[in-house]
Protein backbone atom coordinates (compact mmCIF):
# COMPACT_ATOMS: atom_id res chain seq x y z
CA UNK A 1 0.00 0.00 0.00
CA UNK A 2 1.07 3.65 -1.11
CA UNK A 3 2.11 5.63 2.35
CA UNK A 4 -0.37 8.12 1.24
CA UNK A 5 -3.03 5.61 1.13
CA UNK A 6 -1.97 3.98 4.47
CA UNK A 7 -1.85 7.29 6.08
CA UNK A 8 -5.47 8.41 4.63
CA UNK A 9 -6.50 4.82 6.48
CA UNK A 10 -5.03 5.60 9.58
CA UNK A 11 -6.42 9.12 10.16
CA UNK A 12 -9.85 7.74 8.94
CA UNK A 13 -9.15 4.75 11.62
CA UNK A 14 -8.22 7.49 14.22
CA UNK A 15 -11.22 9.57 13.56
CA UNK A 16 -13.19 6.63 14.43
CA UNK A 17 -11.72 5.68 17.73
CA UNK A 18 -10.87 9.18 18.68
CA UNK A 19 -13.26 11.36 17.31
CA UNK A 20 -11.12 13.29 15.25
CA UNK A 21 -7.22 12.68 13.63
CA UNK A 22 -4.58 12.57 16.74
CA UNK A 23 -2.38 15.40 15.12
CA UNK A 24 -5.27 18.11 15.60
CA UNK A 25 -5.82 16.89 19.35
CA UNK A 26 -1.96 17.14 19.96
CA UNK A 27 -1.78 20.31 18.12
CA UNK A 28 -4.46 21.89 20.17
CA UNK A 29 -2.14 20.88 23.22
CA UNK A 30 1.08 22.28 21.74
CA UNK A 31 -0.97 25.60 21.35
CA UNK A 32 -2.68 25.35 24.74
CA UNK A 33 0.51 24.80 26.91
CA UNK A 34 2.50 27.09 24.49
CA UNK A 35 5.44 23.80 24.95
CA UNK A 36 7.24 22.14 21.71
CA UNK A 37 5.78 18.54 20.67
CA UNK A 38 9.21 16.73 22.18
CA UNK A 39 8.33 18.03 25.57
CA UNK A 40 4.79 17.06 25.31
CA UNK A 41 5.43 13.93 24.79
CA UNK A 42 7.78 13.60 27.71
CA UNK A 43 4.53 14.99 29.70
CA UNK A 44 2.77 12.50 27.88
CA UNK A 45 5.50 9.16 28.31
CA UNK A 46 5.62 8.33 25.01
CA UNK A 47 8.75 9.26 22.47
CA UNK A 48 9.02 11.94 20.51
CA UNK A 49 9.62 10.38 17.33
CA UNK A 50 6.25 7.72 17.96
CA UNK A 51 4.26 10.76 18.81
CA UNK A 52 5.28 12.47 15.74
CA UNK A 53 4.31 8.97 13.82
CA UNK A 54 1.02 8.87 15.48
CA UNK A 55 0.31 12.99 14.56
CA UNK A 56 1.17 12.73 10.73
CA UNK A 57 -1.05 9.67 10.28
CA UNK A 58 2.17 7.15 10.03
CA UNK A 59 0.36 4.84 12.70
CA UNK A 60 -2.78 4.43 13.41
CA UNK A 61 -3.03 4.25 17.41
CA UNK A 62 -1.94 5.10 20.52
CA UNK A 63 -0.43 1.91 22.06
CA UNK A 64 -0.13 2.48 25.46
CA UNK A 65 -3.82 3.38 27.64
CA UNK A 66 -1.69 5.30 30.08
CA UNK A 67 -0.26 7.49 27.35
CA UNK A 68 -4.39 7.90 26.14
CA UNK A 69 -5.60 8.94 29.23
CA UNK A 70 -2.89 11.24 29.93
CA UNK A 71 -3.63 12.91 27.12
CA UNK A 72 -7.18 13.14 28.27
CA UNK A 73 -6.31 14.62 31.52
CA UNK A 74 -4.13 17.70 29.53
CA UNK A 75 -7.21 17.98 27.34
CA UNK A 76 -9.22 19.01 30.36
CA UNK A 77 -6.83 20.87 32.44
CA UNK A 78 -6.95 23.14 29.28
CA UNK A 79 -10.92 23.57 30.72
CA UNK A 80 -9.19 25.06 33.78
CA UNK A 81 -9.94 28.71 34.71
CA UNK A 82 -5.70 29.27 35.41
CA UNK A 83 -4.66 27.39 32.18
CA UNK A 84 -8.03 28.82 30.01
CA UNK A 85 -6.73 32.12 31.05
CA UNK A 86 -2.66 31.48 29.90
CA UNK A 87 -1.41 31.64 33.77
CA UNK A 88 2.28 30.26 33.36
CA UNK A 89 2.28 28.90 36.65
CA UNK A 90 -1.42 26.50 36.24
CA UNK A 91 -0.12 25.70 32.84
CA UNK A 92 3.32 24.53 34.10
CA UNK A 93 1.68 23.06 37.24
CA UNK A 94 -1.05 21.75 34.74
CA UNK A 95 2.02 19.74 33.17
CA UNK A 96 3.52 18.32 36.11
CA UNK A 97 0.50 16.64 37.36
CA UNK A 98 -0.15 14.80 34.36
CA UNK A 99 3.11 14.02 33.66
CA UNK A 100 3.69 12.76 36.94
CA UNK A 101 0.17 10.74 37.11
CA UNK A 102 0.04 6.66 37.03
CA UNK A 103 -3.53 6.63 35.71
CA UNK A 104 -5.63 3.44 35.92
CA UNK A 105 -7.17 2.27 32.73
CA UNK A 106 -9.96 -0.42 32.42
CA UNK A 107 -13.33 -1.05 31.74
CA UNK A 108 -15.21 0.91 34.62
CA UNK A 109 -12.08 3.22 35.11
CA UNK A 110 -11.27 6.48 33.44
CA UNK A 111 -9.14 9.38 34.79
CA UNK A 112 -11.80 11.58 35.89
CA UNK A 113 -10.26 12.12 39.77
CA UNK A 114 -6.62 12.44 37.98
CA UNK A 115 -7.39 15.14 35.99
CA UNK A 116 -9.46 17.50 37.80
CA UNK A 117 -9.10 16.08 41.66
CA UNK A 118 -11.87 14.22 43.47
CA UNK A 119 -12.94 17.47 45.61
CA UNK A 120 -13.18 19.32 42.32
CA UNK A 121 -15.62 17.11 40.84
CA UNK A 122 -17.58 16.06 43.75
CA UNK A 123 -18.23 19.95 44.33
CA UNK A 124 -19.25 20.17 40.45
CA UNK A 125 -21.67 17.64 40.83
CA UNK A 126 -22.88 18.95 44.25
CA UNK A 127 -23.50 22.34 42.13
CA UNK A 128 -25.82 21.01 39.68
CA UNK A 129 -28.00 18.02 41.53
CA UNK A 130 -29.47 17.53 45.27
CA UNK A 131 -27.94 15.03 47.08
CA UNK A 132 -30.79 12.94 47.02
CA UNK A 133 -30.93 13.13 42.61
CA UNK A 134 -27.20 11.99 43.21
CA UNK A 135 -27.84 8.99 44.99
CA UNK A 136 -30.99 8.06 42.31
CA UNK A 137 -28.86 8.34 39.78
CA UNK A 138 -26.20 5.91 41.44
CA UNK A 139 -28.48 3.58 41.78
CA UNK A 140 -29.87 3.57 38.35
CA UNK A 141 -26.01 3.82 36.61
CA UNK A 142 -24.59 1.34 39.45
CA UNK A 143 -25.32 -2.01 37.19
CA UNK A 144 -23.46 -0.94 34.29
CA UNK A 145 -20.95 2.01 35.50
CA UNK A 146 -19.84 1.21 38.95
CA UNK A 147 -17.52 3.97 39.00
CA UNK A 148 -19.46 6.79 38.28
CA UNK A 149 -22.18 5.68 40.39
CA UNK A 150 -19.75 5.52 43.45
CA UNK A 151 -18.56 9.04 42.59
CA UNK A 152 -22.33 10.03 42.04
CA UNK A 153 -22.37 8.95 45.81
CA UNK A 154 -19.96 10.16 47.34
CA UNK A 155 -21.03 13.85 45.70
CA UNK A 156 -24.37 13.12 47.43
CA UNK A 157 -22.88 12.20 51.04
CA UNK A 158 -21.22 15.59 51.29
CA UNK A 159 -17.86 13.49 50.80
Do not use: C
Amino acid sequence: MEDHKIVQRNVALQREWYGEPLGDRVRRLVVAFNVSQAFLAEVLGISAPMLSQVMSGRRAKIGNPVVLARMIMLERKVLTPGVAAGDADAMQAALEDVRDARPTVGRDSFPVGAAFGDRALLVALRDIAEDENLGHAADRLDPEFPAIAELLRRAGKGA
